[in-house]
Each structure stands twice: as C-alpha cells, then as structure tokens.
C-alpha cells in the first residue's frame, strides 16, 4: 500500500516513483480488502445461530472499516468498486436475493465509510488510539454512531426479504453484533499498522517468557470455556476467569496485546456458544447471545481504555525520565545543582554531592546554608536571604563559598521563597551554579582591557613626551623672563603676563597627564553625563603629538546640536583613541599628503548620537568584516587583535552598536552609536487655583 502524507489538504505519493506502480498497488491492495472482507462474512455466517438471519458477531463491516483507517481516503472508492461484485456473489451462493444482498452491501460499506469518516474527519492518518479521549471518540462514532444508523437500515432490509419478522429483534441483534466486532477487529488491526508489529518485534525475546505464559494462560481459559455445558453455579467462575489475562496483557504488554487476548478469548466463547456449550449456553438462544454481547462490550471497552491508560502512563513515565536525564546532563554541563531549603527543620536537600562545588556545613552553630559562604560575604548573603523571605519573593546572590579541602570558590545562587497557604515562609528552592570561571575570565578580560590600556599609552609614549615638554619648556622659560625682569627692575605687568603664561602652560601639562593616569590605572565603569564636544576635544589633543609625528590631517565634523550621552569619560576616550590610532595605522604606507582622518559626529534618528572614524587607507579585507571584532583578529601588522574587541566591549556596554565597512573610494569607516540623553518632557501642570 501507497504510504500518503498530507499537507494543505493534498496528498502525495511518498516511495511509489511510477503511477503505474501505484495504481497496480491500491488494486492489488483493493483485492486484498476484498478477500479479508469476505473471510470476515465467512466467519460471520459460522458464527449464525441456528434460525437466526442476523450472526452474534458479523467482522465484515468492522473489517472493512479497518481497512479504510489505514488506507488513503482515495483508495476508498476503489475498494467498494472491487468489494461489491464479491459480495453479491459470495451472498448469492448462500441463496439470499439479489436485492437484500445489495441491501445489505449498503449497510455493511455504509457503516464502515461512516464510521472511518468521523474518526478521519481531517483525511490525515494520525494515531487513533494514543490516548483515552481517542479511545472515547472511538466507541461513541465508530463502535455506536455508525453501527445504530445503519442497523436501521439492515434491519428493514431483513422485514423486507422476508429473513425475519420481528424489525426491533433483528435491530437490536444486528447492533450489537456489528457494535462488538468493531470493538473487536478494528483497534488492533489499525493499532498493528500504527506500530504494533514494530513494538513487538523489537521486545519479542526480552518478552517472550512472559507472553509466552500470557498465550499460555488464554489457551488454558479457552479449553475451559470449549469444556461442556457448564453447571450454573460454575457459571460466575467462567465469566470472570478470562478478566485476569485481560488485566495481565493490558498492564504488562499494551493495548494492542490486550485487544488481541480480548479478541481470540470473545471468538471461541461465541463458537461454544453456537455449539451449545460454555457458560452461556444455558438458556433461550436469543438470551445467549444477547448476555454474550453485552458482556463482550462491557469487557472490551473498559479493557481497552484502561490499556490505553496505561501506555499513555508509560509514555508519560518515559518522557518523564529522559527529561530528567536531560535536566540532569544539562545540570551537570552547566555545573548547577538544585537544593531545598526547609526553613522549620533546618534540612536542606542537594542534588548532586559529585560537583566539585558541594557546598559543605563548616560551622555548627550557623545555618547550614551560610555556614558555607565565604566569611566575607556571609553578611550580604544573609541580608538578601532575609529580605527574600520577609517579601515572600525570590533572589539572587554571587558570592563566594568554602568547599570541603577549605578551598574557596564562586557561586551564583538563585532561591525562591515559598509559602503555605497562611502566607507564611515555609521554604526555599533554588540552583547553585559555580561560576568561578567566569569570575576569572572577568578578571582576565579586566586584566586585557587594562594591558590594551597600557598598550595604548605606550604607543603615545613618544608623543606625550613631546606634549608635556612644550608647556613645561614654556614654563622654564617663562620662569627665567620673570627672573630677568625682576632683577632689573622692570614693570609688574610684564610680570602678571608671564605668570598667567606660567598658569596657563601648567595646566596644559596637568590636563595631558591626568589624561594619561586615567588610561592607564584600572577603575571601574562610572556612568555620566559626557559632551562629546568636550571628549573629543580632550581625544584629539592626546593624539595631536603622534598626528603631526606620523604627518596625519586630523579633520572632525560634529553637529552643533550634539545632545550629551550617558557614559564613561575615560572608557569613551580609550574607544576614540583605539579607533584613531588604528586609522592612523592604516594609513601608515600612504604619502604624507594622503593621510587624512575624519572624525564625525551627529543624530541618528531621535534617540542615538552616530560617532564615525573613517580613514583614507587600503580598507579592510573582505573576508576579515564578519569576524574584525572578534578575539585575535586585527587589520595592524603589530596588533594583539584585542583593541577592536574591547572596542565592542565598550560600545556595547553602553548600550549602542559598532560595526565597519569599506569607503567607496578608499580606506575604511568605523562607525558606533551610543544612546543620547534626550530632555525629559515637562509633565502636566499641578497647580491648583485658588
């Protein structure tokens, strides 16, 4: 059979290359439907107490309805086209008219089409029978819905023919004989296309003991039932000797296996019951079959809903471990352990003792959860473990703790509080996750972004050296004019002039060093109001000196109406400096005519300041754009290939963006953006008048 998958309400052929090919399948598969269906009218007419039109059980239509879940719905037409010549002459052959046999291929195809539409009202082969709302569904549309509106039908059809008299009698007989047999026939036909020839196969040898003393134990109740006409005190003992193995299959093995006990058990206590033997053998033929029915229906589908309960258990206990492996793997790979704190009994449970960061009670006269925290940060982690449970909230904490060898070490501990139904805290459960080799790689990026610092100022070196030396040469010889005039008696005013000079150079040195002890010694973010006017003029007198060293025109261009942005001045001045020195860098094999730098500044868009460094060198290679802020990767021949990286650093932790691209004509642009410190909008007046 053509395997279909559909999607947008059609459906494609999946492994069948040649139409050709396909269609000899579906008739091949057409034939097939069409002898099962005429085996289950076979055993249907044995199954026919004596004088009675209407079998105990009649499999064709359940059969039949089988076959259509399994098959793609257009194959449906080509099974009654194969199916209706085959029955009439099968029915022929057993002397039933013509028009009741056609009457009666109606019925059976109308119960089965009916049946398989509402249980595949999508067209879509899904699993039918995965969970008990599918089971439900089942019995209400395919095992009742179909059968009561077509045993309407077959019913008249019998009064009709003159097969019987009683309309009511034939209805009722014929319902429950088509109600049982799809109860029957079609969950594990369609559960075993649904996998379970597969789940089967795959278990055989681990389950074959078992399933072994499970065939055992039905034949043993089958040769019971097969005994004789049974005593009547013997007959409760019979009834209920079957529902053991239904319950073992159902509980060990899975619906499937207990649909197929259910089935061979139903099927030979319906032939010792034609046969006038078994337990419901003793009294009117009518009553017997009516009492075999209902107690098959009143089996099967509480037996099949709790099988499917069961797998659906199982199922659920399946997932139910492999997420807790994959909880526990990514526990482990993440170096997490969950804990639970009991607040009144002071136990707190840990998940995983093999963690290289156990937390460990140290001191008995702490609680065990800060007995393990560093003595320096066991006050902060208190107050914050307090404050959680006084707000009933959760928390979270970085701290350091104390292992088993006295060893320290990082953790990141998150806790949530949790209450009774008084509101009052009664525990707190969390994840403790070792982070110390964050913690170093935090100090190594520190330790980087301060050797780039160094770095930086050991390229300026030369060019602060000649800076400083300027004004104080000003200075010495400003001082030695004040001299002069002072021993020769000269006017106090040349004198106030020199010594605003003297002023006036000085602080030109001190801005200079400052500026360079602020690049050079660690500090840590402080977040201000910066003027970008201000912080490039402060930049560009830093590299006025190596500009006119290396012959590089510095030109800037920043809009008047700049707004200021929230940042770090010194951390700011290093993301300029790095920017321009490596322009200046590149530029290094060009003319001295040809060196020009430009340094922009303006809006984009309401709330962003666009900062832009473009210079007039080679540009950057193609396949270098991509990765140029990433670690080790520099466009310098004497680069570390950290300067781009701490740039991004800087940018993005002020909240902005920086990226590169090629000039149109020559050399490259490196651009950023940093948020702007926008005036807030006056709110609405409060004034209240009198």
């Not at 951390?571 to 790095?578: G, K």
Request: hydrophobic content about 45%.
């Amino acid at each position: 059979m053509a395997s279909e998958r559909s999607a947008g309400g059609g459906s494609e052929a999946v492994g069948l290359p040649r139409p050709g090919l396909a269609s000899a399948r579906s008739v091949a598969f057409a034939i097939l439907v069409s002898a099962v269906y005429l085996v289950g009218m076979k055993i249907g007419s044995a199954l026919t107490a004596a004088g009675s039109p209407i079998s105990t059980l009649w499999p064709p239509n359940a059969l039949l309805m089988a076959a259509l879940l399994v098959a793609p719905r257009r194959l449906w037409p080509l099974f009654l086209a194969v199916l209706l010549p085959a029955h009439v002459v099968f029915q022929r052959q057993l002397g039933i008219p013509l028009g009741a046999s056609l009457g009666w291929f109606v019925g059976n195809t109308g119960e089965a089409l009916l049946g398989a539409a509402f249980l595949r009202t999508s067209g879509e082969r899904e699993p039918l029978f995965e969970t008990n709302r599918d089971v439900i569904r089942f019995v209400l549309f395919g095992a009742l819905l179909a059968p009561i509106v077509t045993s309407f039908w077959d019913a008249a059809v019998v009064v009709w023919a003159g097969l019987g008299s009683n309309y009511w009698n034939v209805f009722s007989t014929r319902l429950f004989s088509n109600v049982i047999a799809i109860v029957l026939f079609v969950p594990p036909i369609v559960m075993a296309f649904e996998g379970g020839v597969n789940r089967l196969r795959r278990s055989f040898l681990r389950r074959l003991p078992e399933a072994a003393a499970l065939a055992a134990a039905a034949l043993l109740i089958c040769i019971v039932l097969d005994s004789g006409a049974m005593p009547s005190g013997a007959v409760l003992l019979e009834v209920y000797a079957p529902l053991p193995v239904f319950v073992w299959a159902a509980l060990r093995f899975g619906p499937w296996e207990s649909s197929l006990a259910v089935l061979v058990v139903t099927l030979v206590e319906i032939w010792t019951l034609i046969h006038g033997r078994g337990p419901y053998a003793s009294g009117p033929a009518a009553e017997n079959v009516l009492s075999l029915q209902t107690y098959s229906t009143l089996v099967a589908i509480p037996l099949l809903l709790f099988a499917v309960t069961m797998e659906e258990r199982r199922r659920a206990e399946r997932r139910l471990r492999r997420n807790e492996e994959r909880l526990e793997l990514a526990f482990a790979v993440s170096r997490m352990a969950k804990w639970e704190w009991d607040l009144r009994s002071g136990e707190l449970i840990f998940s995983d003792e093999r963690l290289g960061f156990r937390e460990v009670s140290l001191e008995a006269d702490v609680p065990f959860l800060f007995g393990v925290v560093h003595p320096d940060d066991r006050d902060e982690v208190r107050r914050i473990h307090d404050e959680a449970i006084r707000r009933r909230s959760s928390y979270e904490v970085e701290c350091r703790v104390l292992d088993e060898h006295g060893g320290s070490h990082w953790i990141l501990r998150k806790g949530q509080v949790v209450t009774d139904r008084s509101g009052q805290p009664i525990r707190v459960f969390g994840v403790s996750q070792d982070i110390t080799d964050r913690k170093h790689a935090e100090e190594a990026d520190r330790r980087l972004e301060q050797a780039s610092r160094l770095a930086l100022v050991g390229e300026l070196t030369a060019s602060i050296a000649h800076e400083i030396n300027q004004p104080l040469g000003a200075v010495l010889s400003n001082a030695d004019v004040l001299e002069m005039n002072l021993e020769s008696g000269d006017l106090p005013q040349e004198i106030q002039s020199i010594v605003s000079d003297i002023r006036r150079d000085a602080v030109r040195a001190s801005d200079v060093i400052r500026n360079v002890r602020s690049l050079a010694r660690p500090r840590e973010m402080q977040m201000q109001e910066v003027d970008l006017h201000e912080l490039t003029g402060e930049v560009l007198r830093l590299a006025s000196s190596e500009s006119r060293r290396r012959g590089v025109q510095l030109e800037t261009d920043l809009a008047p109406d700049l707004p200021p942005v929230r940042g770090d001045r010194v951390w700011l001045q290093q993301l300029l400096l790095n920017l321009i020195m490596n322009g200046m860098e590149a530029m290094s094999d060009l003319s001295v005519g040809e060196r020009r730098l430009e340094l922009r500044a303006n809006r984009n868009g309401g709330s962003l300041v666009e900062v832009s460094v473009a210079d007039a060198g080679h540009g950057i290679p193609a396949e270098l754009l991509p990765r140029l802020f990433n670690s080790f990767v520099t466009t310098r021949e004497q680069g570390m290939g950290f300067g781009l990286l701490i740039s991004r650093s800087i940018v993005e932790a002020h909240g902005g963006t920086i990226w590169a691209q090629n000039n149109a004509d020559a050399g490259a642009t490196f651009r950023f953006t940093l948020p702007a410190v926008l005036p807030r909008r006056p709110g609405p007046s409060t004034e209240i008048a009198l």
